[in-house]
């Protein structure tokens, strides 16, 4: 119906512009908040488009009633009940929380999320929202083909050929089916069916451990919440050593009485399942948590895990360097670095051979493995004189010189003069030609590559400074010479 | 600036020791000195203090050498012309000297950058000091993060020493930190960049301006690194005659060895002898 039809039926309608963005984060929402019945939360992909055609259509209602969530429940609902009991019990919690929040919604349970998503849809008693085990087919025969999630153009067809509920299409032999209609309405009934696998994709990676916590009374002071979350943390680890590995990422998630969801992260730089250290990275981060008027559920999942090896590998080459690296506590010590500074910010140094200055060393995360003993030495070996700071981008300088090969004798360095005494060099480094620029391009065939003249000079007060020219000294047309000065570094 | 020759240092000493008027004071001081850090040092179980391997700078510190639980400050001081130094390249050669005296472990380096000029220690440089794979860097974006992040490693125990590079002077993070390195009995060493106000609790407090090198006579090439050395605050350690005692130490970087170089006289007399003797050789 179109706004200016409703307008005329109804003249005091209150309209309003449709935000499919905000339908789109509130049905997040809404599925977060899910997350407390089964990791296993897909949204409706059919749901989501229908809203946004009904919002450019503007159809009464934010999501005209057509978004829509998809639970895997399964091996869940034994939290409420044994068997169907349970099942049942999940459902009745689903809805009535819903509706304690104001939302109207029907949520039906079946074997397949096909035949569920028809009967919250199409299903006419509230009984038969519920459908038994193996109970799908009775229970589809008497919908509307509409409940098969099928194009319009398809669903018309069949409305003119009589085929008017999903039972008509039970006896239909298959093969002119199929000619006619293509494999998708076959698909659809046989998934709805289940004879045929319908994977639904979750909306977050599903963790692999994961254990649950529920209050009967909301809390709400960090002492609780640390508490609880040792309680699950402890539950956790010894999902851990049965399995036989250890976490590397754990996530905690608070779900508020006001229907919020809270999360907070933290990782490790090699597989832990030690209780007190996991424990202590998580106290940084529960600060963080606000639990807002309360707190009813705490869920821990793992959602990376590795295999535990009982202690820090010994690593052949630098043995003792990693055996002390494990066994001292100090990759614990980064990981707790890392929670509060960023991952990025906590590294450590590895050699690279390379002749350019910038990138001989490389900063890798704490886990990988540190370099060979005596391998930094052995590369300092190789160089020459070099600094005891590398400035990360050479700044341009200002440079007398009385003989253009000749190390300069003043130089301009952020508005001083710097009068120098002593000098060593150059030694010219050449750019790797067999290595890509920067910009991902390769440097032409043919062409003399760029180099640097490296100088090590002190000034007159002592200070010693490593400059270079990029390039040799030639002067270009208009008299100017054409290679510049950089500061690259501080010596010692 | 007072200039005192290293053997002076060691004479006085030797006077005070043998002198009883003079001993008992001293034997107080001890006393209570042994009092107040006799418990760290039990725990931790390291060495109360490391040497310098400068016998003339031992000789004044406490236990003769660097205490191991204790803060250490060390300022790039203004260059011999007064004017501020244009960098901190010799203050960090310094700090990479007493890094690689403590004891095996993890060295814990935390810094705070400064945006595009930053200028970040260059590992190979630091490999004759010690082995830049035991170096764990740690980048702070607030001093806070930083002082946190020190304070963080002195509590490890598998860390030899932590390294602070920052331009605050927070008094109670220093005070902190000093408490820290005296329970566990690791190091804490703060890097200035630029001469800061004290901290109070810091065991011993040097300034290291980069000196004059020493050419190859004949030539104007840069010789061997030289620091002016200034020892400012030497908290639990034996008095000195001077009121700042200074040292030029020099950093042979073929031998990996840093030695006092004796000054008779003020600015490059020793230079000016060294060129006579090479000279007088050449003509015999």
Known sequence: MRLADARALVPDLVTTPGDPQADQRLIETIAGWCDRYTPWVAIDPLGGALAEEGSEACSAGGFGGDAGLLLDVTGCAHLFGHDEAGERALLADLVARLTRHDFTCRAAMADTAGAAWALARYAERQADLFCPRHGQRDALASLPVEGLRLEAPILETFVKLGLRRIGDLYPMPRAPLARRFGDLPLTRLDQALGARDEVLEPRRAVPAFRTRLSFVEPIGRPEDIAAATSRLLAALCRQFEQAGVGARKLEIALYRVDGSVDRTAIGTSRPNRDNPKLMKLFEEKLGELDPGFGVELMILAAPEVEAWSGTQDVLPEAGALALSLGADGTIDLADRLALRLGAENVVRLLPRDSHLPERVQVSVAVSSQPAADGAWRRLAGLKGARPTRLLQRPEPVEVTAFVPDDPPSVFHWRRHAHRIVRADGPERIADEWWRPRPDGSRPPANTVPPVRDYYRVEDDDGGRFWLFRDGPYKLAANGQPTARWFLHGFCA | ?284
């Open chain 2, 1 to 284: 600036m007072p200039v005192i020759s290293p053997s002076a240092f060691a004479s006085s000493d030797r006077r005070a020791a043998n002198d009883p008027a003079a001993s008992v004071p001293t034997a107080l001081r001890e006393k209570v000195r042994r009092l107040e850090r006799a418990n760290s040092v039990r725990r931790s179980g390291k060495a109360a203090a490391v040497p310098l391997g400068l016998p003339a700078i031992d000789a004044l510190l406490p236990e003769g050498g660097l205490l191991t639980g204790a803060l250490h400050e060390i300022e790039a001081g203004p260059c011999p012309s007064g004017r501020v130094a244009p960098h901190d390249g010799a203050a960090l050669g310094f700090a990479a000297h007493l890094l690689g005296r403590f004891g095996p472990g993890t060295i814990l380096w935390c810094r705070r950058t400064i945006g595009r000029f930053d200028a970040p220690p260059y590992a190979p440089t630091l490999s004759p000091w010690f082995d830049p794979a035991r170096l764990l860097m740690v980048t702070a974006h607030r001093d806070e993060d930083l002082f946190w992040a020190m304070e963080e490693g002195l509590r490890c125990p598998g860390i030899a020493a932590v390294l602070g590079e920052t331009r605050a002077a927070d008094p109670t993070a220093g005070r902190r930190l000093s408490l820290a390195a005296e329970k566990n009995g690791v190091p804490a060493l703060l890097l200035r960049a630029q001469p800061a106000p004290p901290q109070s609790v810091c065991a011993t407090r040097w300034r290291i301006a980069s000196a004059p090198s020493c050419s190859t006579p004949g030539l104007k090439d840069v010789g061997a690194a030289r620091w002016r050395l200034e020892l400012r605050r030497n908290r639990f350690g034996a008095p000195s005659i001077a009121e700042i005692p200074s040292w030029l130490v020099e950093w042979n970087d073929e031998t990996h060895c840093l030695a006092v170089v004796p000054e008779t006289l003020h600015g490059s007399s020793g230079q000016f002898f060294e060129e006579r003797l090479f000279e007088e050789r050449l003509v015999s």
